[in-house]
Each structure stands twice: as C-alpha cells, then as structure tokens.
C-alpha cells in the first residue's frame, strides 16, 4: 500500500511540474480574492483542495484528460489548468491535491 501512495504522490509531483512550464489559460470563474482580514469578525477561510481516487473507478489518463464521463465526471487537467495559474499569480493562495491510488489486484483494508 505504500508504495502505490509513493508512486501516486510522485505522479501528482510530475503533472504539477509539468504543468508549471505549459502557458496554461484559465477560462473559468474569476472570485474577488482581494478582501483581507476583518478585525472584530469572524474570518472564514476556504481551502481549495482536489481529491482523486486514481484506478479507483477510471485509469490514470482517463482520470487526466476527463475521458469515460459515463462513469465519473472527473478532469485533473482542467484543475491543473485553473489551479496552477491562481497559486502563481498570488502566493498567498493554497491549495492541496489529494490523490488516492487503487489497486484492484490489492484488496483494500482498514
């Protein structure tokens, strides 16, 4: 089980690497980001984050390019897409990529 979170941690490292040398657009929804802290209120902050269940239901490239809607609708490039060009244009954005891998050859156990 190790090794599939190993190898699955190093394939997200990968895309975002790669990711960060293509001219990506974002043709999504713009948020207004500029607020700051409002002393005296309670401030919420919202963390984006991902979570993709890789082999679980598609296969790593389905699970990537967004193929076999049928079964999920799931597209990490579009996320890749959008998500790269925010955290680059401003450094206090975070955001967290959570990938689980399956292996249906390893029967899953808690």
């Known amino acids: 089980m190790a090794s599939i979170i190993t190898t699955t941690a190093a394939l997200v490292v990968f895309i975002l690497f790669l990711a960060s040398f293509s001219g990506v657009e974002s043709k999504y929804i713009a948020y207004n980001t500029s607020q700051s802290i409002v002393h005296g209120k309670l401030n919420v902050h919202l963390v984006a984050h991902t979570h993709d269940d890789v082999g679980w239901l598609k296969t790593v490239d ?16 579009n996320v890749l897409d959008s998500i790269v060009p925010a955290l680059l244009a401003d450094k206090n954005r975070k955001h967290f990529f959570s990938a689980g891998g399956m ?3 390893i029967p899953f156990k808690i």
């Open 103 to 105: 292996n249906k050859a």
């Open 62 to 77: 389905q699970y990537y390019v967004g193929s076999n809607n049928s079964i999920q609708i799931a597209c990490v490039q």
